[in-house]
Structure formats: C-alpha cells, structure tokens
C-alpha cells in the first residue's frame, strides 16, 4: 500500500487482457487515481481499532496449556490506525493543495521457542529455555503524502506529488 487510504480517489483492479502500455504483467494490475485540493478546504479523519476480543479463533491459534490441560487461547493483539487527509486552495482557480497522514500501531502475539533440532547438545540447547514463551511483536507503519496541483489552461495541468512510507516491524526474535 503506497498511499494513505484517504489519499486514493479511484482505483482500478485489471485480471486480464493487458495492453502493450503494462509490458509483461501476468497476473493483476492495480492503478490508482490519488486525490486533489479544489478551490474550497475539505478533509477527513478517521480511526479503525482492533483487538483480539474483535478477532475469532481459527484453526492456526495457539494452544496453551493450563491446569486442566489444554486450552485454545486468543493471542494478544491489538491495532490502532488513525488517518487524517485536507486539501484546498493555495490560489483560488490556478493552486491547490493536497495532503494525507496514516498510521498503523500493531502489537502482536507470538510464540518463541527453541527448536527439536537433536543434533545440539542438551546443554546448548537448554540454556535458551530461558528464552521460551509468548513475546509481543511490534509493528509501525507511517504513511504520508503530498501533491500540489497548478492549473495551467482550461484542460492543461501540473501535478507535483511525494509519499513517504516507513515501517519497523520486529519478528523472529
């Protein structure tokens, strides 16, 4: 996803057929449209949350076991993505303005353990057993973009855009 949801106007989803202009596309082509300022100010904000009390149990969770035996457990989970667009005018007619913000602030569950590998010595393989357990896995997303238009005649325009996108994800500790 290389834009903030918010900074998308239209997309396009193609499955086949591809013109000569896609090259050597096999599969699908995903095009979209990114939004622009007009001459009056507009915007938009929004927040999505998740937790694993919004989530089911599937055939994947894990299993963790308690004094009667074993149970299924819902990992720890939790989502946070807020989104904030505007756009305008900088001059009315001929200069506008748009801009977009996303996050994404995940913290997930997963399990850590050492392995079954025999061919360690015992004594190797159980001072990692410290180690062992459920451990919470962080994720961060931050999405910007930006796009100034110029009107230049009646059907002639320049558009100038950025986005910045980083993440931190930190798995397989």
């Keep these: 996803n290389p834009f903030p949801q918010s900074a998308v106007q239209e997309f396009r989803v193609i499955t086949q057929n591809f013109k000569a202009e896609y090259q050597k596309a096999s599969s699908a ?18 927040v999505y949350y998740q937790n694993k009390d919004l989530v ?70 159980d001072q990692f057993a410290q180690y062992e357990g459920l451990y919470t896995s962080p994720f961060r997303s931050t999405l910007l973009f930006g796009k100034v238009t110029a009107s230049l005649a009646d059907n002639s325009h320049l558009d100038v855009s950025g986005d910045l996108r980083h993440e931190t994800d930190i798995r397989g500790f």
């Excluded at 082509?29 to 904000?45: A, F, P, Q």
């Excluded at 004094?67 to 005018?89: F, I």
């Excluded at 996050?103 to 061919?119: A, I, L, S």
């Design 56 to 125: 089911s149990i599937d055939g994947v969770t894990q299993r963790r076991a308690d004094a009667n035996g074993t149970e299924a457990v819902k990992p720890e989970y939790e989502r946070w993505q807020p989104g904030v667009s505007l756009g305008g005018p900088i001059v009315k007619d001929k200069l506008h303005f748009f801009a977009s913000y996303e996050g994404n602030v995940q913290d997930r569950e997963y399990e850590v353990f050492r392995g079954t590998n025999m061919n360690w010595p015992a004594a190797f393989r």
């Design 29 to 46: 082509i995903i095009t979209d449209v990114t939004k622009s300022g007009g001459n009056e100010l507009h915007g938009d904000v929004f």
